[in-house]
């Protein structure tokens, strides 16, 4: 259960078009994503219909525009999408990827025909999105990568491997990082839109086993000779790649401080539950004073944490959000989620050790938060750039 932190939301919140959506997202969650959460670890995987029923709901690429199938909203839909999932403890369906990290490079970037061409797929469900750019020897350093895309005629052959990717299992439509000019660094990379169904030379490698986040399939990818048309360079320019990529990092960091603070908000909920009504030395947990400071200080910190959320978000609908704003938000959301969860595991006891109980699912998830999206590190780097 979310504990309501009861910290004064912005005022679209309550807008007719965004409760209902919220309404919308939160019925879809529990009826169709919290009753699988066991089934989806085990298999390593969401079911592929998940993807075509969240279409006919209208939960996909809510933010695209309605000329290329959209229904015209913003990121505040993600925003509420993202509530809705991580806020029920479901971490297993990479929707938030697919709409709010990659379904964006092609409305920003993308020419007219590739929009009216992908973007529907996108919304229905029909593809389901990944973002393929780290390598086995490239993840912060993203300049170092080796996989090359040498134009031939009309078509670019594309060699090399990705590795750590989200949806990598299932996706079929790939925004891949690649270089098109090799003797460059950044000026080199060029970003690609990758249509798998049938096509020669891609290949998925293992489903990767990981702590936690055990119902997404992260996965590598290689590509050998494959070859896809000139059309699949986003955008008209080579070498664009790299800017791109840094035009839209904001946007995940702070989807990953969202992801941090719905998740701190569900464990909250769920911890305070739990100390009312555990026993111990004939009181509850909840009125040793022990308990009641680490709760005081986690629900300090995590009003604290909603509030420059929540200003984050209108900064960014605005476009406004730097990316040393966001890289705040990134860093100082996932480390107090991990702080956050680690309290409410001590505060379980040996329950919170016990698969069986979400705290202890949502510590294995947490730990991630601090490593994927640009390292906390690099955020502390990309910070220092202002000082
Ligand atoms: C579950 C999961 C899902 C992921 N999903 C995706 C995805 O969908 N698509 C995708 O492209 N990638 C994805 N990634 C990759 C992720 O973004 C990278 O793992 C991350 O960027 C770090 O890169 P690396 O693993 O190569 O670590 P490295 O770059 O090797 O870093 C190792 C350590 O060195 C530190 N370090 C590196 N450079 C510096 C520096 N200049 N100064 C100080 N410290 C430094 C890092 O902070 C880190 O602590 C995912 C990763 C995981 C684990």
Same mark, same amino acid.
Request: proline share 3%; with cysteine; aromatic share 10%.
């Given at each position: 259960?979310?504990?309501?932190?009861?910290?004064?939301?912005?005022?679209?919140?309550?807008?007719?078009?965004?409760?209902?959506?919220?309404?919308?997202?939160?019925?879809?969650?529990? @009826?169709?994503?919290?009753?699988?959460?066991?089934? #989806?670890?085990?298999?390593?995987?969401?079911?592929?219909?998940?993807?075509?029923?969240?279409?006919?709901?209208?939960?996909?690429?809510?933010?695209?525009?309605?000329?290329?199938?959209?229904?015209?909203?913003?990121?505040?839909?993600?925003?509420?999408?993202?509530?809705?999932?991580?806020?029920?403890?479901?971490?297993?369906?990479?929707?938030?990827?697919?709409?709010?990290?990659?379904?964006?490079?092609?409305?920003? &970037?993308?020419?007219?025909?590739?929009?009216?061409?992908?973007?529907?797929?996108?919304?229905?469900?029909? #593809?389901?999105?990944?973002?393929?750019?780290?390598?086995?020897?490239?993840?912060?350093?993203?300049?170092?990568?080796?996989?090359?895309?040498?134009?031939?005629?009309?078509? #670019?052959?594309?060699?090399?491997?990705?590795?750590?990717?989200?949806?990598?299992?299932?996706?079929? &439509?790939?925004?891949?990082?690649?270089?098109?000019?090799?003797?460059?660094?950044?000026?080199? =990379?060029?970003?690609?839109?990758?249509?798998? @169904?049938?096509?020669?030379?891609?290949?998925?490698?293992?489903?990767?086993?990981?702590?936690?986040?055990?119902?997404?399939?992260?996965?590598?990818?290689?590509? @050998?000779?494959?070859?896809?048309?000139?059309?699949?360079?986003?955008?008209?320019?080579?070498?664009?790649?790299?800017?791109?990529?840094?035009?839209?990092?904001?946007?995940?960091?702070?989807?990953?401080?969202?992801?941090?603070?719905?998740? =701190?908000?569900?464990?909250?909920?769920?911890?305070?539950?739990?100390?009312?009504?555990?026993?111990?030395?004939?009181?509850?947990?909840?009125?040793?004073?022990?308990?009641?400071?680490?709760?005081?200080?986690?629900?300090?910190?995590?009003?604290?944490?909603?509030?420059?959320?929540?200003?984050?978000?209108?900064?960014?609908?605005?476009?406004?959000?730097?990316?040393?704003?966001?890289?705040?938000?990134? #860093?100082?959301?996932?480390?107090?989620?991990?702080?956050?969860?680690?309290?409410?595991?001590?505060?379980?006891?040996?329950?919170?050790?016990?698969?069986?109980?979400?705290?202890?699912?949502?510590?294995?998830?947490?730990?991630?938060?601090?490593?994927?999206?640009?390292?906390?590190?690099?955020?502390?780097?990309?910070?220092?750039?202002?000082?």
């Amino acid at each position: 259960m979310v504990y309501d932190l009861n910290v004064k939301r912005p005022a679209w919140r309550e807008e007719e078009e965004f409760v209902l959506f919220a309404d919308a997202a939160n019925a879809f969650v529990a @009826d169709n994503l919290v009753p699988n959460i066991e089934k #989806y670890e085990k298999q390593g995987v969401v079911d592929r219909d998940i993807w075509l029923k969240a279409g006919e709901y209208g939960l996909l690429v809510p933010d695209c525009p309605e000329e290329y199938g959209g229904v015209g909203g913003d990121f505040r839909h993600d925003a509420i999408l993202i509530d809705a999932i991580h806020g029920q403890g479901v971490d297993s369906w990479g929707a938030v990827l697919h709409n709010g990290i990659v379904a964006p490079y092609v409305t920003a &970037f993308g020419t007219e025909e590739q929009k009216r061409a992908w973007m529907p797929k996108l919304i229905s469900g029909e #593809y389901v999105a990944a973002i393929a750019m780290t390598e086995p020897g490239a993840g912060s350093d993203l300049q170092g990568m080796k996989t090359t895309a040498i134009k031939q005629g009309n078509q #670019y052959v594309i060699n090399g491997s990705k590795t750590f990717i989200t949806n990598g299992g299932t996706a079929n &439509f790939i925004i891949l990082a690649a270089k098109t000019d090799p003797s460059e660094g950044a000026k080199g =990379i060029s970003l690609f839109a990758i249509e798998t @169904d049938g096509l020669e030379g891609f290949r998925r490698g293992r489903k990767l086993d990981k702590v936690g986040l055990k119902g997404q399939d992260t996965a590598e990818l290689f590509f @050998d000779d494959m070859k896809v048309p000139a059309s699949a360079l986003l955008g008209t320019e080579e070498g664009k790649g790299f800017y791109q990529l840094m035009d839209k990092l904001p946007q995940e960091r702070l989807i990953i401080a969202l992801q941090a603070m719905a998740m =701190i908000e569900n464990i909250l909920g769920q911890t305070i539950d739990y100390v009312k009504e555990r026993k111990a030395f004939g009181r509850r947990i909840m009125d040793f004073q022990n308990t009641r400071f680490k709760l005081a200080e986690c629900k300090s910190q995590a009003t604290m944490a909603k509030v420059f959320c929540d200003h984050c978000t209108d900064e960014l609908v605005a476009g406004r959000l730097s990316a040393e704003m966001a890289s705040m938000a990134k #860093y100082m959301l996932s480390d107090l989620q991990c702080k956050i969860v680690d309290e409410c595991v001590q505060l379980h006891g040996g329950y919170g050790y016990m698969n069986e109980y979400p705290v202890a699912r949502a510590w294995r998830d947490a730990r991630v938060q601090r490593i994927y999206g640009g390292t906390n590190e690099i955020m502390k780097l990309l910070i220092a750039r202002g000082l």
